[in-house]
């Protein structure tokens, strides 16, 4: 489970940590998707939440980070 500190940290730590293989894109993807469902019934901050894409890119991002090739 991820804490909220992770999710407010600055994306330069969360990069890190994802590099470092302690958190993986998957599983911040899901909790930001977490936090948005729970959170948006009252926010109304989004339009449309495409969880399922977001996933998708989260999955070959970490293929991607598996492999060694980093985008940055």
Do not use: C, H, N
Request: hydrophobic share 55%; aromatic share 6%; charged share 25%.
């Amino acid at each position: 489970m991820i804490v909220d500190d992770v999710l407010f940290a600055p994306i330069t730590e969360q990069a890190a940590l994802v590099r470092s293989g302690r958190l993986s894109p998957v599983e911040l993807t899901r909790a930001y998707l977490d936090r948005i469902a729970k959170l948006d019934a009252s926010l109304r901050a989004f339009i449309t939440v495409d969880g399922d894409r977001a996933l998708a890119a989260a999955r070959a991002l970490e293929g991607e980070a598996v492999a060694g090739a980093w985008r940055g």
